[in-house]
């Protein structure tokens, strides 16, 4: 597609549930990153692909979070057993190998109720 | 990881003024961005300079890599430039992971 897309735009769960948040890149794109952002915060790393590498998952701040690339494409990331303090908008952005930088999607905003 | 200072925090502007938003990092970036944040949430690529000066439009930013800042010049401002201003910068090349600043609130009143 033309840009990032995130889906859902908006999610509301109950603590203690799981979430999945998806995200499909600019088709090209060989490297994939996810970022969550609390209120009025900046932007915290939580894990990046590129191509056919391990992934660098030195961001998830604990592991009830993980995250997968399928063919190189689409990604998922999930928490599992969410909490209060993970109510954020997590953003996805991708990026090609020349040096013309990310390009973020409109992120979820979850809210942990 | 690498600490990157941004200032000002905020800034409040009438439309026309300029302004130049300075970034500080900590460590040497081989992988230096700007994004603007609108006040929707969407954030916009405006610059990848790792190095030297660029321009697009109203806006241009310049990179000293070897003393490690980078400034982010608007000229002209019109409202639809408030939002908040980030840049950010990596290790890596071109790709991983980018440490970010908090960011610097800009306002535009017309």
């Known amino acids: 597609g033309a840009g990032v897309s995130q889906s859902p735009s908006n999610k509301v769960t109950e603590k203690g549930k799981d979430v999945e948040l998806r995200c499909d890149p600019i088709?090209?794109?060989?490297?994939l990153y996810w970022y969550r952002q609390s209120l009025g915060q900046g932007l915290e790393f939580l894990i990046y692909?590129?191509?056919?590498?391990?992934?660098?998952k030195s961001g998830l701040p604990s592991d009830r979070f993980s995250a997968e690339r399928t063919g190189g494409s689409v990604s998922t990331l999930t928490i599992q057993r969410t909490q209060q303090e993970d109510s954020a908008v997590y953003l996805c952005?991708?990026?090609?190998?020349?040096?013309?930088?990310?390009?973020f999607g409109s992120g979820t905003r979850l809210t942990v109720v | 990881g690498i600490q990157v200072e941004q200032s000002p925090p905020d800034l409040i502007l009438q439309e026309g003024a300029n302004s130049t938003l300075r970034c500080n990092f900590s460590?040497?970036?081989?992988?230096l961005q700007w994004f603007h944040q609108n006040p929707w949430g969407q954030l916009i690529n405006l610059f990848y300079?790792?190095?030297g000066t660029k321009q697009n439009g109203r806006l241009s930013a310049t990179t000293v890599a070897t003393e490690r800042y980078s400034l982010l010049y608007i000229s002209s401002s019109q409202t639809t430039d408030s939002g908040v201003y980030f840049c950010?910068?990596?290790?890596?090349?071109?790709?991983?992971?980018?440490?970010f600043g908090r960011g610097t609130q800009l306002t535009v009143w017309p």
């Open positions: 088709s090209g794109h060989t490297a």
């Open positions: 300079i790792p190095s």
């Open positions: 460590d040497s970036v081989n992988n």
């Open positions: 950010a910068g990596g290790r890596g090349s071109t790709l991983g992971r980018l440490y």
């Open positions: 692909f590129q191509g056919n590498s391990a992934p660098d």
């Open positions: 952005a991708s990026s090609r190998i020349e040096g013309s930088g990310y390009t």
